[in-house]
Structure formats: C-alpha cells, structure tokens
C-alpha cells in the first residue's frame, strides 16, 4: 500500500494561505471527484447552505452549473438533506458542519453522509465557507470536524478517509486567531525530515500519519519509485513537534532504516 503524501497542489495552498493576509485566509478549499480546487466566495447567510442543497453542487455530481431548474430535475432522482452541527468556537468564531445527507429516491433509506460544508460566522447570519468535500462517489460515509488541542493551541480539524488502503484521506486543518482562520503550515517540518530521509523517498505527513495532540508524526518511508504499492519501504521516521501558531516546529525527527534479512 504506497502512501499517501500530501498532494503538490494542497501543499501549495497551505504555502500561499498562510502567507496571504486578510481575504487570503478566506479561502475555500473544495474535494470532489473533479479533484482539488480552492476559490474565496463571499459570505452568505446559513440558509444559502441549507435551503436547496443541490445549488451548492461544486463538483457537478447531480447536475452541472446547478439552477433552480435543473436542481429541480436532479431532485427526480435523488434526495439531499441538510444538517447543520455546532463544531465550537476559535478566537471568538463559531464554527459549524453541514453535512449532507444524500440517497436515491429508489433507495430512501440509505441515506449517508456524502458532502460537508465547514462554515465560519462572521457576523449576524454572515458565514464564510472554508472546506467543501462532496464524496458521493465513495462508499464513505463523511464524519463532522472537530477541534483538537496541540500543545497550547487549538486546531480546527477535518479527516475524513479517501476509502483506499494507504491511509489517505481528505483533510483541513486551521488555527485561528482575531483575523480568522490560518491553514496549518507544514513547510517547515516537510523539509525537516527530508533532510533526514533517504534521498528520493515518500513519507507522509497528514491523515493517520499525522497525531496533533501528542505533537507527533509518524510514517513510514518508501522509495518513491518503488514498482507496488507494498514494495520498496526504506524505513520509518518519526518527527515531534509544537505547534506555535500555524507553524509545525520540529523539535526531534528519527529515521530508522528498514531492517534487512541476514544474507
């Protein structure tokens, strides 16, 4: 099972979100199966999320550029309901989920959670859209965030897992303070333990590589041209942290090597 790293264009976000400031921190980061994109929409009130679920349809899974008509014709077929979940509050923001639950009007009953929307209050009914995951393809079922103490700081998390066997999933996480969110900042930690990783190899360093609240992470290391997905493991490496911050600051990381069968 090749593991899952974090995607050239998610470590890209991360890298500009925390180096933009005000509006820059507003920014959507959107999961489908048309892949990851990440926008800055405008605030809205919580029934924008909630009144007509098949109009916030970003990754085109019932309809394509969804209206009022066609969320209609796609409704024929298949029922969205939403529900909304206080997650808490950060630096004085209340966060919320709203998960969707989607079935088939032939199947009503199987009903299970395949999109989440995670909103930021800003003002009297004013929210900010930060994740959005439709996952209605997978046989998963989407969990709520959550927030989650690392050291002295509390994170804002979502993990919800890919359905394969590496240990993917897809995942946000974001500290904030007065000026709203900051997307965690990995940079400095990735390179870290590049530093001490044979040269040309994959590790991971999100999902269930990554534990917050003991300020660790832990993964194995693979040849990154290895042939299989259970091939071509060097070792395993293991990096504590304190978060400051948005800021992973690694304060030890250990690199053991793969043992190897006598001759």
């Known amino acids: 099972m090749k593991m899952r790293v974090l995607e050239p264009g998610f470590c890209a976000l991360l890298l500009v979100v925390s180096a ?20 800055i929409p405008s605030p809205h009130p919580l029934t924008y999320f909630t009144a007509n679920p098949f109009l916030r ?37 209340r ?3 709203v998960l969707y639950y989607v079935s088939s009007r032939s199947s009503p009953n199987d009903d299970m959670v395949k999109w989440k929307s995670i909103l ?7 929210y900010r859209e930060i994740f959005h995951l439709q996952a209605f393809y997978t046989t998963v079922s989407i969990s709520s965030s959550r927030i989650v103490q ?22 946000g ?31 991971g ?34 990096a504590t942290f304190k978060l400051e911050g948005p800021i992973l600051k690694p304060i030890n990381i250990n690199f053991t090597p793969e043992k190897r069968p006598d001759p």
């Not at 690392?150 to 995942?171: A, F, I, P, Q, Y």
């Not at 609240?213 to 071509?232: E, K, L, M, W, Y």
Request: aromatic share 10%.
């Open 20 to 39: 933009l400031p005000a509006n820059g921190q507003w920014v959507r980061v959107v999961f489908s199966g048309k892949g990851m994109n990440r926008d």
């Open 57 to 93: 349809d970003d990754g085109n899974e019932f309809c394509v550029s969804c209206t009022p008509e066609r969320a209609a014709k796609a409704a024929e077929n298949y029922s969205i309901r939403a529900e909304v979940r206080s997650v808490g509050v950060l630096s004085g923001f």
């Open 95 to 97: 966060l919320l989920d």
């Open 120 to 126: 930021v209050q800003i003002g009297p009914d004013r």
């Open 150 to 171: 690392s050291g002295t700081e509390r994170v804002l998390v979502s993990e919800d897992s890919d359905g394969g066997n590496g240990g993917g999933c897809w995942e």
């Open 173 to 203: 996480y974001w500290w904030f303070d007065e000026s709203g969110p900051h997307a965690l900042d990995f940079s400095i930690i990735e390179a870290a333990i590049h530093a001490r990783v044979p040269n040309n190899s994959t590790f």
């Open 205 to 238: 360093m999100t999902c269930s590589y990554l534990d917050l609240n003991s300020g660790r992470i832990r993964s194995p290391v693979q040849d990154s041209q290895a042939g299989c997905h259970a091939c071509g493991y060097l070792g395993s490496v293991t």
